[in-house]
């Protein structure tokens, strides 16, 4: 079965940093694009980032950009994404996605993808 296991999250301080890792099995890997969705609390879904199958990022959250970088390894099957100075805003639970496209219904933009890890907690809080 496919399955996607996300690790790295936890608390951090504001300005601070997390890597989190997402560990893929249950299917190739390397012929799907992959992305991040993260939920704040009360909120809906949102994408944080894309990439290729070949490594390329094709998506960056405005509220993200030029602090968060995803990247892959196709070669341990995992998605990663380095968060850099973090803030209170980005606390959430982040999933790794397989196969996602972002949907619009009812004036409200969400993410549909094939396949979902179970999510990892990020709190930024001082």
């Known amino acids: 079965q496919v399955q996607l296991v996300e690790s790295g999250g936890g608390l951090v301080q504001p300005g601070g940093s997390l890597r989190l890792s997402c560990a893929a099995s249950g299917f190739s890997f390397s012929t799907y694009s992959m992305s991040w969705v993260r939920q704040a609390p009360g909120k809906g879904l949102e994408r944080v980032s894309s990439?290729?199958?070949?490594?390329?990022?094709?998506f960056y959250a405005n509220s993200v950009r030029g602090r968060f970088t995803i990247t892959r390894d196709n070669a341990k099957s995992t998605l990663y994404l380095q968060m850099n100075n973090l803030k209170p805003e980005d606390t959430g639970v982040y999933y790794c996605a397989k196969g996602c496209v972002t949907v619009s219904s009812n004036g409200t933009t969400t993410e549909r993808c094939d396949q979902w890890g179970q999510g990892i907690q990020v709190t930024v809080s001082s």
């Open positions: 990439i290729t199958r070949t490594n390329v990022p094709t």
